[in-house]
């Protein structure tokens, strides 16, 4: 996944999306049980909200068209999302001792649309406060999530997270934003 070039990261030419009321009101749950799952460091857990092939995905600039001809700050596919997680986990990382602690707001959710694929373009704002070792950090942004259906709910195909700082210098991010 990471070196094929055909995985669509664009959301131009979306066919328009109504949503009920209660299907909306489940988008939204889903996007909030995302942000607890990754407060609550259980990481196994939002790993299993992914398709097989999601990506997660975080421009180094804004308004990054591709992930393919420009450096990104993240580009993970499942693979490399399990070596994270099983490194943020792990009892000898030292740089996670005591361990990263984060709350997440997250609203302003939108439907914008369907994707060529079928997954639903769903965009919201987030804020992320940060704290290691007495040392506070803020974060916001945008989430861009496409999500396939499947059964009752959604599963992420992917993530792009639009930090407001994209292009700042940044100490490591040890946790996903």
Known sequence: MLLEIDF??????????QVP????HALCQFLY????LLDMRQYDAWQSLWTDDGMYWMPHHADQA????????????????????????HPRNWSQQPPTRCARIVGNITVDGVDQGGNLVVRSAFQLTEWRKRQPRQLAGHYTHKLAAEGD??????KRVDLVTCDDVHDAFEVYV
């Open 8 to 17: 669509d990261v664009g959301t131009a030419d979306l066919a328009p999306a």
């Open 21 to 24: 009321a209660d299907t909306y």
């Open 33 to 36: 049980r995302e942000a607890r």
């Open 66 to 89: 591709s992930p393919y001809d420009h450096v990104s700050l993240f580009w993970e596919d499942k693979m490399l999302r399990d070596v994270r997680i099983r490194r943020l986990q």
């Open 153 to 158: 709910g959604w599963r992420i195909r992917m």
